[in-house]
């Protein structure tokens, strides 16, 4: 896809992709904050928004910005008064892909995916010290109370939260609807 976005740049956005990240460069921005720069493509130049994520990354790639790997991202996410959280996520993600050889870990800013055709599963640190578990249902949703829909969050259609002081049982019970959103994304 970015392929497509940067071959397509100019005729989309009047520049072409090393133009835009030399504007980025002469414009005072952080080029490594790549919201800043993404914000004012967007409301300086009117700048679409998948053009706006394809500069961004050249702009801080360019100013010697190198993207995490995953385990990069999770520790971002888990740094100081969230560590704590970090072993619940860790089971989750565990338990995920361990369905399938085809299933694995992604890193974003702001939680952590895990795909195999395409994403079925979210986790990322949530509200009042839990773990947000995000589960992307394209058919049946499974019958659980602890299900609730869910409100953007990372493609997913449902959501839960796991406490700080969840256990193995607590972990081994959201194995069905880790099992079903594989099943339904594959």
Known sequence: MMAAVTDSMRERTGRTLEEWVALVQESGLDPVDQKAVRT????????????????????????????????????TLYAGSKAHLRPIHDAVVTLAEGLGEDAHREGRGTYIPVVRRTQFVAVAPGPRETVRVGFRFRGEVPDDERLSPAKGFAQASHWLHLSADADEDDLRSIGPLLEAAYSQNG
């Open 40 to 75: 004012w493509l967007r409301d300086v130049h009117g700048v679409p928004q998948n053009s706006q994520w394809a500069v961004a990354d050249a702009a801080a790639t360019a100013a010697g910005w190198e993207r995490p790997d995953p385990d990069g991202y999770t520790d």
